[in-house]
């Protein structure tokens, strides 16, 4: 995947951060939208940072947990096609402060544990989520040419019937 960071965002103990300094024009309009909505909270925990992610066919994100870079809550834009990201069961091998270098994600996924649970992600759809999701439960893109819609995916009904399993 080739990824851009935007943002204020310090190092963590990772050894991964955002540079600081503030987010473009074009960020920060989106920045205070989500404002706006009441997704990020603009005095206590303000949208600080933005990584656009691009993924050609078959590329993915490893299922990883989010470490305090983004603490306490992370927006997901989905722009370009529906993808279906996943969200794994607590495993106690959370640890978002040490990087799996070969997989570019915080560390710590047990390698063939099925997802507790996936939400389908349309074209200029946005996920949130924060608290216990934020903190023990990996995430990621499945690497795959091809989805497979599966019972797996919570929010079929919502997409209007546009997707079969």
Known sequence: RSTQEWGAG????CGRGLRREPLPPRLQRMAEALHHLGVFD????????????????GQGIHPHCDGPVYYP?????????????????????????????????????????PPLVSVLLEPRSLVVFSRDAFWHHRHGI????????????????????????
Do not use: Q
Request: aromatic share 8%.
């Open 42 to 57: 603009g005095a206590l925990y303000p949208m600080n940072s933005v990584r656009i992610n691009a993924y050609r066919p």
């Open 73 to 113: 809550k992370v927006a997901i834009l989905s722009l370009g096609s529906p993808s279906i990201l996943s969200f794994y069961p607590k495993s106690g091998t959370e640890d978002c402060m040490k990087w799996d270098a070969g997989h570019d994600v915080p560390g710590g996924h047990v390698a063939g544990s």
């Open 142 to 165: 499945a690497a795959v040419a091809e989805e497979a819609v599966t019972p797996a995916v919570c929010n079929l009904e919502a997409c209007g019937g546009r997707y079969a399993v």
């Open 10 to 13: 310090d190092r963590c103990g």
